[in-house]
């Protein structure tokens, strides 16, 4: 695992962007496994204003991303497929048929989740994903549990996961209970993984996942047996691993 400390936010979301524009940039038609939530929104900012410039061209990479609430359809402004649209694919180049999120809109589980790891599989798994971390050490909504999950599968999200998501919606009831998410195993299989942390809330999760021990009390821990792991995390959620 490589550790790259960052000064703050805006730092941290350079130096991923700077990382993934080299994977574009080495290889024009590479797959990227990309995340939501606050932490990347920066770092996807930062890509589409580079692509402005014309630095990063978009338009052979393919993209999939970790999750999805079960229940949302991709127009719903909650889904995130939506959030994906809005935060980065509007603002690039990327052929939006060439963009997959699971769809959280089928109600049958297994199809919908079974059909997301036959594209993925299909496409030859990420050059490079791109992760956050929950509070709570999750990777994707693969979720603190007694063993590591395999492929896309449908979980029950933890209540400290709806909590730290109700700021997104009107109120904590509005939060799915249930979502569709990337397995653990599935995003061992990227070559490259970039982690992105940010801020005191995140210090424990990010040395667990840095220095404890392998478990999936802590999923995020696994990624200490990936060959090419980088975290780059700010002064405050580094705070912890000194
Ligand atoms: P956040 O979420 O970037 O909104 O903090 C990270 C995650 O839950 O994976």
Redesign the pocket.
Known sequence: MKIIKAKDYEDMSRKAANIISAQVILKPDCVLGL??????IGAYKQLADWYKKGDIDFSEVSTYNLDEYRGLSHDDPQSYHYFMRENFFDHINVDLNNTHVPDGSNPDAAAACSEYDRIVAAAGYPDLQL?????NG????NEPDDHFSKGTHCVDLTES?IQ??SRLFDSIDDVPRQAYTMGTQTIMYARMILV??N?E??AQAVHDMCYGPVTPECPASILQLHTNCVVVADEAALSLCE
């Open positions: 995340a939501t939530g606050s932490t990347p992760l956050g971390i929950g509070n999750h990777i994707g909504f996961t730290a998501n992105v942390a801020g809330a995140k």
